[in-house]
Structures are given as C-alpha cells and as structure tokens.
C-alpha cells in the first residue's frame, strides 16, 4: 500500500495483528491489544460509527436518519439487545469490537471504554453508521489528494444552516465535513462520491461556505482546521458526526457511541458499496 | 411539451412541418422551409454540428477530435466523398439537411446557403460532432434552470488558457460554454452530464473563471453575456465551438461548416447517449 493513511500505522502496535484483515482488527479490539484509532487499518473494508439507544428511542432515531440519508447512513442496524449485525459481520460483537467507547447519560459523558460489556442492557439498539472513510479510500484511488490526510490531520467539520429533517425528538443541523480540491479534481469528486450513496455520497455544497451557513471556513467546529488555497473550491459533504450532534441535543437517558476516530471495522468492502 | 426551448416555435415556420420528427425537419431542410435555428425542434433527438474537410487534412482532424473528444465528440463521420452518415439517419443528406451552411476558402467565408450541392467534391469527408442542447435537454428534465435558455439568449463562449492536444495543422485553446448554477444544480449538472460523454460530458471547470484564462465572465467570444448571480457558480463545458475556432486557425484551403444554431438533427435519440 503507497496510498496515505490518515495515521500511521507504526502509532498502532504493529505486529500484534494483522492490519489487512477486518477480523484481524475487530479481534485485536476485542483482546484490548487496539486502542487507537481505526484509520488506515484494514484497507478496502467498510468502517463504521456507532450510535446505540435505548429501543423506545430507536424507532424515531431510525426514523431520523432513513429522512437525512446524506448525514445518516446506516448500514447495519441490530435486534432490540443482540450485540450483533451479522450483516456487517458473522462473528461482530458489537460490545467490544471498536477500539473506543463514550458511554452518555442524560447527555453527559459517563464513561470512556474499551469494552461496553457492564453497560449492556436487554433495550438497547445499535446502529452502525457509514463514514466517509469509504469514500475517501476510493478519490485516493482516483490519485485525488487530500489535504487532511497528507497532513496527519482529522477532516475539518462543521455545522451548517442547513436543517436536517426531524424525526421525533431528534433534529438539528447537518453537520458537513469539508475537503479544499481544486476545480478539475472536485468535478472527479462529485463523479467518484455518487457512487457511494451509502456513505454520504455526493457533496452537498461546493464554493462559497456562507451559503450553507459556515462564516469561517478556518475555524472548524470539529476535527482540525485545513486550509483552503488560491485556485481551490471548499467542497462539503454531509458528515457522520450530524447523528451524534443530533443525539447530544436530545440527551437521551441512555446512549453509547464510538469514541472519536475509532470505527468499527466490517466484514463489507468498500467496492460493495459502489452503486455502478 | 412544457420544457423551454432555445428558441420559439413560433419563429419557425410552424405547421410546414412536423417539429417532433428527426426526419420531418430534415425534410424540410432539405426543401427549404426551414432555414432559421434547430433549438427546440425534435425534442429528444441528438442535434450535431458540421465540420466538412478534404480528405488530405480529415485524418489529421480526426485524430484531433479523438485527441480531445470533450470539446470534440464525433457522432459520426462519412466514408470520403459521400453525403451519407447512416449511423445518424437512415436517408440522411448531409448536403441539404441543415437549415444553413457557411462556405469557407483559405479561412474566408465564401458563402452562406441552405444547400451546399453546387460545392460538393469526391474528396469530402463530412464530420458530425455532438452538441451541448443533448445534455441541456438532460438539464432541464432534472429541472435545473439554464439561464440563457429562460432568456431565450445563445449561451456565452469563452477561448480559455487550455491547449487542445494538437494533431498535425490542428491546434488551439479549449473553447468553453459556461452555465451559472446554485451549488446544488451545479453538483446535480455534474452527474447529470457525466452520463453524456459523447456529448461534451463532465464539466472541465467550476469556480473561478481567471483559472481558465477568462478575463471578464461577462464578456464571452461568443454567444451572448449571461450574469453570474450572487450565490451562483459559473460551470464550464467544453464547447462544439472548440473545433470550428481550431479550423479558422488552420485556413484549410476549402471547409463547410453549419450556420450558426443551424444544427443537424439525427434519428439517434439523446437518451441513447447515456452511458448509463
């Protein structure tokens, strides 16, 4: 693999598993020996983010993203208490199988773990989320650089004026992540990403980041800033963080999301994902 | 039909014949009925442009229409000295089925007719080349709003700072049409058309017209200005205009090229040209 990765591996106990492999990555999770983040590692296979809810919450939270398809995602979503998405997966569990938790109460953050295993209840809902990560495998591919990730750096988000459509209890802006490319490559980009409607597709604004409500594009409201240069387009596509931002607003009773950067690592690959 | 056209119906001479059938206004190209623009007649079918060369200079034409085939998409070519392009019509003339031609000797204008009969030589080799309204069609059904069309004006054209590939005598800058869209249309159009590579395809810019050479977005090198709104981007296409502006360069000893808006309309059907 030429291709950059958006950490390096060598941050990762290399060695102890074999970064090629989504099972490999899940079971590395699953002992503890995975701590980190989740980028990079097992090339061509999906990654996903997690949101799980108490089931009297789920139905409107699935509600929520089946209408905000770009932010939302979902690829997996699993039986009311089963720790499995045999879709995803065979042998996932989805207790132990990302390298990081944040476990939430009332919408403050209760506890930060490797294994959500003591807060498991009978209730509880999980939905794995898309993440951007696929796409950008496939514009690296297409030799579409990235300024983040030739950086070292997270991808710049942001919340926009843009309203996702509510569902329930759940609504709020759509969180966008945005990518600097000069004209030519965010024309490739646009071709390359809609073929991935389900991991948030094709952008949803290019140019001019107060159009969409952002009124400084330095100054990310997540991940880390990247600039934009003379003769490149911002270009915008719908973020996996709209849900968790959603999520936080609610403050539901109970909740477990991914820690930050760390995915879980599925079983589907990437090139599935392509609609043509 | 409730689609705009490029033009009204009503300057043609409607009810001499049947404006929804290729062959129809062929027809009446060929008796002279019709000698004003093709915009709006035959909705659905592919119009093309015209470029007539002897044969000791179509090899070379048409390894620069291969060469660049955005600006420069053949839809076909005739055997050398025949009037017929079967690919595009069954009865097909292509020295009376355009509504206008324009006569051309060492790069003058020499004439100006609706049948080029009286100039046609053994050695002619006649080259069809596809056309912006297949895929502003495509637009339009999408319900994305075209400018010039809503204003019944040519759409601006502008030489930019793209070379062509060049091949043998031919050689000269990219000649661009330009579109001001919302971010969403603009994102929209660049699916919608990447569909249509046989007719211009993709956009090759968007954003900043000074990257492309373009001084003044309000003053095109042909066609009519068309403003740029606040919150519009302007898009670029590579443009048919590309291949005339390149022969007027060489002063080929003897050429036939279209009238202006003097489209040739085929029995292919635009639909046909998506590739999916």
């Not at 295993?117 to 030799?143: P, T």
């Not at 969180?175 to 094709?202: C, D, E, N, W, Y």
């Not at 009773?253 to 599925?266: N, Q, R, S, Y």
Request: aromatic share 6%; charged share 20%.
């Amino acid at each position: 693999m030429s291709r950059p990765t958006m950490m390096p591996a060598s941050q990762h106990a290399a060695g102890a598993f074999d970064i090629g492999s989504a099972l490999s990555v899940r079971l590395a999770c699953r002992s503890g020996a995975l701590k980190g983040t989740t980028s990079g590692l097992a090339p061509g296979f999906v990654q996903g983010n997690l949101a799980i809810l108490p089931a009297d919450l789920a139905g409107d939270f699935l509600r929520f993203c089946q209408a905000n398809p770009r932010p939302c995602p979902i690829i997996g979503v699993s039986d009311v208490g089963s720790p499995l998405v045999p879709v995803l997966g065979r042998d996932l569990d989805i207790r132990t199988d990302f390298p990081g938790y944040r476990v939430w109460e009332n919408g403050e953050l209760v506890a930060e773990t490797g294994d959500v295993g003591q807060y498991w209840r009978d209730d509880l809902v999980s939905f794995v989320i898309g993440c951007s990560l696929s796409f950008e495998e496939a514009l690296l591919d297409e030799g579409i650089p990235l300024r983040h990730v030739e950086r070292g750096l997270r991808v710049p988000m942001f919340r926009t004026s843009i309203d996702c459509v509510p569902a329930g209890p759940f609504s709020g802006p759509m969180v966008v992540s945005m990518r600097p490319l000069k004209a030519a490559h965010a024309i490739r980009a646009i071709q390359v990403t809609s073929r991935f409607p389900a991991v948030h597709g094709a952008p949803v604004h290019i140019g001019d980041p107060a159009l969409i409500g952002i009124r400084d594009v330095s100054q990310p409201d997540y991940g880390d800033a990247v600039e934009v240069l003379p003769g490149e387009l911002p270009v915008f596509w719908a973020c996996g963080v709209t849900p968790q931002s959603v999520i936080a607003k609610v403050k539901p009773p109970f909740a477990i999301t991914h820690a930050p950067g760390c995915m879980l690592v599925t079983d589907r690959r990437n090139t599935e994902f392509a609609v043509i």
